[in-house]
């Protein structure tokens, strides 16, 4: 392939995602379900939203609810539409002066989960986190469920979850 081939090979698929015309994936009709009661059998008690997660979720196509199961603190995200107001846990915790470690996906019954550490100071938390569709579809990688969802290949509402816990040593 010539040089100047690859180079408009390389530009159209930058550009791809702004002609959205076929792409386009309009939001869901489905209503809210209200937020769960339980997250891996555990109950969930809801906590009130810090001033920065009520800031942030203004123009956030869909809710946010933070809750805790008496020893996990759990961020849900019910998510409308494809949005880059969905970002991944980890840029939030960076953003918040900690350093992030990466650890190995999990797989469990609720599904695959990416997974950090999240240090600062003498603070250690476990995050996890994963993106599920209500058809079950699933993501353990915000970008992966944005690029699907932005090309149609998945339709909403999705429920994004977090799930911090303090790391054991």
Same mark, same amino acid.
């Given at each position: ?7 408009? %090979? ?11 015309? +076929?792409?386009?994936?309009?939001p869901?009709? !489905?209503g809210? @379900?209200?937020?769960?009661?339980? =997250?891996?059998?555990? @109950?969930l !008690?809801? =906590?009130?939203?810090s001033? /920065? ?7 956030? @196509?869909?809710? %946010? ?5 008496g ?5 849900l995200r019910?998510? !409308? +539409?494809?949005?880059r #107001?969905?970002?991944a846990s980890?840029d939030?915790? #960076?953003a ?7 650890? @190995?996906? #999990?797989?469990?019954? /609720? ?7 999240a240090?600062r ?7 996890a986190?994963?993106?599920?569709? %209500?058809?079950?579809? +699933?993501?353990?990688d915000?970008? $992966?469920?944005?690029?699907?969802a932005?090309?149609?290949?998945? /339709?909403?509402p999705?429920?994004a %979850? !977090?799930v $911090? $816990?303090?790391?054991?040593?």
């Amino acid at each position: 392939m010539s040089r100047r081939a690859f180079l408009l %090979v390389c530009l159209g698929a930058a550009l791809a995602p702004l002609g959205r015309g +076929q792409f386009a994936v309009t939001p869901a009709a !489905t209503g809210f @379900p209200g937020w769960p009661t339980q =997250l891996a059998g555990r @109950p969930l !008690t809801p =906590l009130a939203l810090s001033v /920065q997660e009520t800031a942030w979720q203004d123009g956030f @196509p869909g809710r %946010v609810g933070r809750f805790s199961d008496g020893r996990r603190e759990i961020i849900l995200r019910w998510v !409308t +539409q494809e949005t880059r #107001k969905l970002h991944a846990s980890s840029d939030c915790f #960076k953003a918040n002066g900690y350093r992030i470690e990466p650890l @190995p996906l #999990k797989r469990d019954e /609720q599904g695959l989960w990416s997974r950090f550490i999240a240090r600062r100071g003498e603070s250690r938390l476990e995050v996890a986190e994963c993106i599920e569709a %209500v058809d079950g579809a +699933q993501w353990s990688d915000v970008s $992966a469920w944005y690029w699907a969802a932005l090309l149609g290949r998945t /339709q909403g509402p999705w429920w994004a %979850v !977090t799930v $911090a $816990a303090r790391a054991e040593d």
